[in-house]
Structure formats: C-alpha cells, structure tokens
C-alpha cells in the first residue's frame, strides 16, 4: 500500500487484465526468481505506476489454499508513505489516488477491505481463504508476554 500522509489518500489500481480482481486493488505482482521480496515489490510498483518507492515496512501475509491440487499461493503485504516520481497510467489498470474513507466492499476486489485491515492496524495480522482466490478471513496474530 502506497499511502500520501499530506492527503490522507491511497493509491490504487482497476486492474482490466484480471477479471476477478474487478474494483479498486492495490500496485503489486509476482517475485522473480531469486529476487528479495521488498526488491520485487519496489520492481512491480515502479514497472505498474511509474513511482520509486522506498522504506517498505512489511505489514502482514495472505494465503490462498487450493486443497485439491495441493497448492498454496502466498502474499506478503508492505507499506509505505516514501515515494518519489510521476504516476503513469500503465496497461494493466487505471491508477488513482483516493481517499481511504472512500473505499468500500462495493467498489474494490474480493477481499481488499480484508487487505486494507491488515495495511492499517498496528499489530501483525494474516489472512488466509480456504479456496484459491477466494474471500479471506482476517486472523489476529497476539503473542502473549
């Protein structure tokens, strides 16, 4: 999640090349191979949207189980407000920035309020769907001292 502090606004993304990703999604995409989470995420945003990122802070995990292909698709889920450049309009959707209080469940993919729960709460959290890009459900993860 790329979030402007001096408007209290996010960048999201309608992807058009992912039919169930219809509505408003976070910049993001797939590691490389041998390549450092954090590296892959500055890569996909700069590649989707043009922006240099930096001083990713890394915020929480989804998974996505297909148990009758013995599958399992994770994502690692970072924050940041350190941001540089021009937006471009890439191929893969329209970006823009909007307000956080402007989302909802009706206007963002499946399970990006999910999502946005985890880039915004202070504690660790995970999600996991029981069916390959399926809804998620929010898991708290509290450690007792």
């Known amino acids: 999640m790329i979030y402007n502090p001096d408007t209290n606004e996010v960048l999201v993304e309608d992807k058009t090349d992912v039919a169930w990703k219809f509505g408003h999604t976070f910049p993001g995409g797939h590691v490389e191979v041998n390549e ?81 729960a985890i880039f915004t709460q202070a504690m660790a959290i995970s999600a996991t769907s029981s069916t390959m890009n399926g809804p998620l459900t929010l898991t708290a993860n509290e450690h007792d001292d």
């Open 36 to 116: 450092p989470l954090a590296d892959a995420m500055i890569r996909e945003v700069y590649e989707e949207t043009g922006l240099k990122i930096s001083h990713l802070e890394a915020c929480g995990t989804v998974e996505w189980f297909d148990k009758t292909e013995g599958y399992r698709k994770i994502g690692f889920l970072y924050r940041t407000s350190h941001f540089s450049g021009n937006l471009i309009q890439g191929n893969e959707g329209q970006l823009t920035w909007l307000p956080i209080t402007d989302l909802t469940v009706e206007n963002t993919a499946e399970s990006f309020m999910e999502m946005l």
